[in-house]
């Protein structure tokens, strides 16, 4: 009923910049929170960022004055601009988000299936 596809994943070397996109399309009502999670080898999976329909975000600490979450509501579109990247951000990138489909009462939870980032000189 929802797909989440994310794009904008790759290979950049420290320091550099890369802007991850997820486009949520299907039987969509409304989205509440949309966000980024990362999951790196041997690794649990971790938030990254959240922003919710309101603009109200949240980061990691490891994140914070790096990365930058941002939405198009209208497109239901979730970015995240990463920039100053280290070797520690490399990991598996999830697009979430909370989705109200049409006719439902309640939001659900969705994941899209991952984008690798790779941070590496």
């Known amino acids: 009923q929802v797909q989440l596809v994310e794009s904008g994943g790759g290979l950049v070397q420290p320091g550099g910049s890369l802007r991850l996109s997820c486009a949520a399309s299907g039987s969509i009502f409304s989205i509440y929170t949309m966000g980024w999670y990362r999951q790196a080898p041997g690794k649990q999976r971790e938030l990254v960022a959240a922003?919710?329909?309101?603009?109200?975000?949240n980061y990691a600490d490891s994140v914070k004055g790096r990365f930058t979450i941002s939405r198009d509501i209208a497109k239901n579109t979730v970015y995240l601009q990463m920039n100053s990247l280290k070797p520690e951000d490399t990991a598996v990138y999830y697009c979430n988000a909370d989705v109200r489909v049409t006719g439902a009462q309640r939001y659900g939870d969705y994941w899209g299936q991952g984008t690798q980032v790779t941070v590496s000189s």
């Open positions: 922003i919710t329909s309101g603009g109200n975000t």
